[in-house]
């Protein structure tokens, strides 16, 4: 093949800026750059129409945009993306082989570069992050095959490019692996393609290769796989001992961490495979990842934890929590479930609270009743990844009525203390005030009974507005029975209210998703533009208005965690699990990338700008998008919301 | 009078000295499509050169970019791309504008291999530059170096020639600003990419897609066929 000349280079420079193309090697990808043609579009244009059989080309725009709309029974076209410099379109006839599913027409002059079908295919087969890619649903315009979020989120990970950091360890700790968890493994003579396809439906990012009585022979990993395969050093139907490595680095069951942890770096691997004796010459039990090591640290939050507890001196908390954030940012990079970080920062938080009361009622003696102090809002969900503001409450026992405003004093004045100590920790005043240090929301059991009783019964604007904070309340200390004595007074009135479930649903779909992204803008479903996404209002609050008017419709109570009420929703509902699943997928996805802008730009994260992301993000929250806007067509037909006015 | 001079042409007998693609050329040139040839079937080879200066006795061609197209799409797949030894070439000016420099041209091939791979890549396309008549000009030097006696008689647009003509139907030609149609105030005027510019193959590229660009123009212009676009 003769060399690329500067034409065809400046293509593949061009290409090579954007996936899925900068994830083609080098060499392949300027085979695919000499043959792509370039087309004009004058403004209007249409490239291709709904229906159509599929080109021979896939398209990449150059410049300018173009519109992808779909045919309806109105008559007006619905707007379904708008592609710009860099994004793929028109895949259909790459991966489903079909006519065309949307109409492309250029919004402006374009240039449009017609990537050939024949010569992307085999790249497609041989390049698992490509096929990701497609799956994952990132060109414009799909869904090609059903994409998933998982996908989108698998793709996500494994298409970024963040390094991850240095891990702190706690090197003292014995690991210990779970060996019931089942061992991906193959015999030395299995196929390099069935190999694949194995890790690929276990997800798992190794094989073992073993012999007849289970010994390891070697370790086949997804690295080997991308280095070897997709380079073409072999062919994907040699037996897997061609590529594997080996011989395979051992270890003892449960070793200390600091062991586990030299001899990976000593051999420069990320697998250990466990055996009975450590030896190579005994039956494997297990893998231990680099993985592993970073989840086994959740020793390390509990190393703060007691610190938290432990310490005599208040004004030591701030530089705690602090170091909390340290954890948290790399807990992001490593990828670490969501759940799994919002539960040990839900710990930490708690924990200060506690210590703040405990404090606070030293300062201020005994307190004179039982009472119990309640988290709100996301935080009272268990979701608050960042140091947000604090929403928070305060609920005492019914006795003693005559002396009622002498105990609101005294609870008051803890709120305060509490509500100092916080700030001082870095969580905001509530702008709103909604805070225990506010008479207004420090109240015995009687007055909170009055309040949900007026919200529910006459669920006026405002009502609604306090459902989103209120309804989402969780005990953190003092009397847990207050708490749990008004959740059952609640779950009692809202039975009983007909009415109530509808409006809370009308309120859950106030805002609809946006579209997509384009250049540096947001498009809305109408079409126009806005220049920042304010991620929480017009995604995330969405899912959790949602969650919660679903799971209190199937009558689940005490649940409020966003991804534990889609779960639940996915069991009682299994008609509509698979949208559930999706819906919690996309709320971890936001959750990520909330925390990571906020962490990025020292702020709440809420507001996104586009300019700040770069194609693989906007293509993941891009597909987010759908099941917010899918959810909340349920919730539509569910409560009949058409009639509601 | 355009057809007569393309039918005069194809009646002038060909040298029977010639190197072998000059008769390859010949032959071809006789196949030229129709002047009715619709242009969304229309073959162009838009090309550029690089030249050691502005004169075209004296001064000789130091590379040549171009690629085709074809069905209204720019073939990536379908460039030439060479760079011409030209022995004692002054330095000029121009070596400054092209990066060219005399060490770079020692990589190149000889003046008589790149008039025949140039002469065999564009066949009987339709030829489109900027100032297309100069290059075509300076090519035909270095034919007549290589003791052609024929010239490129293909059809030819000059894409600074259609933007006036498009732009302007009825303007008086005095007025005419020539920085206005240059390659650099075309692109910028229709929003075409131009980085990468100066060298044969990226200004080739650049006029391609104007070339483009052009033709969509000319089609609101009720210009449909080859013979309508040429004429101008």
Known sequence: MKPSNVIQERVHEFLNTYPPFNLIEPEKLRQLARQVRVLYLEPEQVLFSQDDPAHEHFYVVRQGSVRLEQKTEGGNPKLLDVCDEGDVFGVRALIAKKNYSSTATSAEESLVYAIPIEAFEPILTENPQVALYFAAGFAAGQP???????????????????????????????????????????????????????????????????????????????????????????????????????????????????????????????????TTDGTVNSKVLGVLTEHDLLLAQGNNPAVLISEIRQTRDISSLPAIRDRAEELLLK?????????????????????????????????????????????????????????????????????????????????????????????QCGFEKCPADMMASNPKWCQPLHTWKQYFYNWIHEPTEEALMHTSIFYDYRPVYGDFSLSHQLTDYIYENIQQERIFLPFLAKHALQSPPPLSFFRNFIVERGGEHKNEFDIKLRAMTPLVDAARVLTLDNRVAGENNTFKRFEKLAELEPQNAELYREAAMAYEIMMRFRALSGLRNKNSGRYLNPNQLNKLERQTLRSTFKPISDIQELLQVRFQLNYLG | MEWLKEFINQLQPVDKNAPAFWHRYSTTLKEQPSRDTPLSEAEFVVFDTETTGLDQRRDKVLSIGAIKVRGMQVLVSDTFECLVQQEGAPATKSAEVHGLLSSQLQGGITEREAAEDFVDFVGNAVLVGQHVAFDIGMINQMLKRQGISGKLRNRSVDTAHLAIRLERRHADSHTLKTAEYSLDALCERYNLPTDDRHTASGDAFATALLLLKLLSLAKKRGITTVGELVKG
């Open chain 1, 144 to 274: 090609v095959r059903n994409p998933t979020l998982r996908d989108a989120q698998r793709a996500r990970v494994g298409l970024s490019t963040i390094a991850p950091s240095s891990i702190p360890l706690h090197l003292e700790d014995a690991l210990k692996i779970d060996t019931a968890k089942s061992i991906v493994a193959c015999p030395p003579d299995t196929s390099i393609r069935l190999a694949a396809q194995m890790m690929s439906d276990k997800d798992s990012s190794f094989m073992m290769v073993v012999d007849g009585e289970a010994r390891p022979l070697g370790i086949l990993t997804d690295t080997d796989l991308r280095r070897q395969v997709v380079a073409g050093h072999v062919a994907i139907d040699d037996p897997v001992e061609v590529i594997m490595s080996s011989p395979v680095i051992t270890t003892v069951p449960n070793p200390p961490m600091a062991d586990a942890l030299i001899n990976m770096i000593r051999n420069k691997v990320k697998h250990l495979c466990v």
């Open chain 1, 331 to 423: 807990y992001l990079e490593q990828e670490v479930s969501i759940s799994f970080i919002a539960n040990i920062i839900t710990e930490i938080n708690d924990a200060i609270i506690v210590r703040a009361l405990q404090h606070a009622e030293k300062e201020l003696g005994e307190p004179p009743l039982h009472y119990c102090w309640l988290s709100l809002g996301s935080e009272g969900r268990e979701e608050q990844l960042l140091r947000t503001d604090q929403d928070n409450a305060l609920v005492f026992e019914d006795k003693n009525a005559a002396l009622e405003k002498e105990h609101q004093a005294y609870f008051l004045k803890l709120g305060a203390i509490v509500r100092d100590i916080l700030v």
